[in-house]
C-alpha cells in the first residue's frame, strides 16, 4: 500500500510549481530516463513534500516538452512489470536547462535583495 500524498503546504502558491514545472522536469531527468510516476515521486521526494505534482500537470508538460525537443520519450517495461513510457532529456534539453537555472537564480537573487531590503 502506497502512503497518501501530502498536499502541498498551503503557504506555497500552486503558481510558483506552475512556472517552474518544466525546470523540474528536465533537472529530474538529468539522474536518468524515468517515467511518469518515478518524475513525480522524485520531485515530491526532493521537495521534501512541498512541491506535489499532479497527473494531469505532468503529462501535458512532458508532451510540450517532447513537441519543443527537450526530451524524447520511450515506452518500454517499469520495474513492476508494467508498460511505462520513459522519458530522457535531449542537448537542447540540457541547454534549455540551464537558461531556465540562470534565470530562476536572478530571479531568487532579486527576491532575496527585495526581501532584505523591506
Not at 520531485?43 to 494531469?56: A, C, D, P, Q, T
Not at 530522457?88 to 540551464?98: H, P, Y
Amino acid at each position: 500500500m502506497t502512503p497518501a500524498r501530502k498536499p502541498p503546504p498551503s503557504d506555497v502558491p500552486n503558481e510558483l510549481l506552475k512556472g517552474t514545472l518544466d525546470m523540474l522536469i528536465l533537472r529530474t531527468l538529468t539522474v536518468q530516463p524515468m517515467h511518469g510516476y518515478a518524475i513525480v515521486r522524485h520531485i515530491e521526494r526532493l521537495s521534501g513534500g512541498v512541491f506535489s505534482v499532479e497527473h494531469g500537470s505532468l503529462y501535458p508538460a512532458l508532451e510540450r516538452l517532447q513537441k519543443n525537443g527537450l526530451v524524447t520519450g520511450k515506452w518500454g517495461e517499469s520495474p513492476t512489470g508494467r508498460r511505462a513510457r520513459y522519458y530522457t532529456i535531449t542537448a537542447a534539453g540540457r541547454r534549455k536547462l540551464g537558461e531556465k537555472v540562470s534565470a530562476f537564480d536572478r530571479v531568487l537573487a532579486a527576491i532575496d535583495g527585495v526581501m532584505k531590503g523591506a
